[in-house]
């Protein structure tokens, strides 16, 4: 088992080591599917803001808060979740996607990892002129605390890694996984407070603080709104990422040799 996962750290580094190669093919991607496009990936940008506008205008008065407040907290929290659950959607099929390169090509398969992280890094970055413009019609007191947006990138960033190592696997040798994720995905979008405010909950609050997109919103969120850091989501955060760090670790080194085998 110790050689087993050897093996597996040492595909890990080699793929790093190739960032190169990963970066050209994240630039790729973006440039081969907006290719021919005015606007680019900022079509994903455009019509994000003119959504979460709408839905921020109405919402707003449904839960009778001024628009002012709401659509900044609104923003970041759509801007999070469409990373995050993108990242956990595409986590399903970093390796079925690539299945040709790696059966004809001896290639470590966490270029792919890296691949598909960066990617959705460079689409979140473009996605986040929303915030700045919202940022200019509604000003918002930023304190120092806004600092610690980057650690959360980063965060999102290694999550994202750790996510394909452990669904990239599975979904690669049992396909009900990813539909079983899109499904899964649209419950937990509900049952996460992105449109609503979980302070209208008293003594009911278990339900979504144990829900871990809820911490991983709020450690940009709170910050981007210039409220204090909340420690208690850092620190959950921080045992997710070790928890999946682990996971990914352990279940890529029981599947690596394999995977060539079930894409």
Known sequence: MELVTREAINDITEGWGHWEIWTTFAWMDIRKRYRGSILGPFWITLSMGIWVT???LIYSNLFKTSIQEYLPYLTVGVLVWTLISTLV???CAVFISSGGIL???PIPASIFVFQTVLR??????HNVVIYVLILLVFPINLTISALSVIPAVLIYAVLGIGLCFCLGPISARYRDVPPITQSMLQVV?????????PKIFTGRTAF?????IYHLIRITREPLLGDPVPFDSWL???GLVAVVGVLAVWLFARTKDR???WV
């Open 54 to 56: 709408a839905i921020g």
């Open 89 to 91: 959607s595409e986590s």
């Open 103 to 105: 059966r004809q090509t």
């Open 120 to 125: 959705n890094m460079i689409v979140f970055g």
């Open 189 to 197: 979008f509900f049952l996460t407070p992105i449109f609503w405010d």
């Open 208 to 212: 979504f603080e144990w829900n871990p």
């Open 236 to 238: 959950f955060v921080s």
């Open 259 to 261: 995977i060539v085998h």
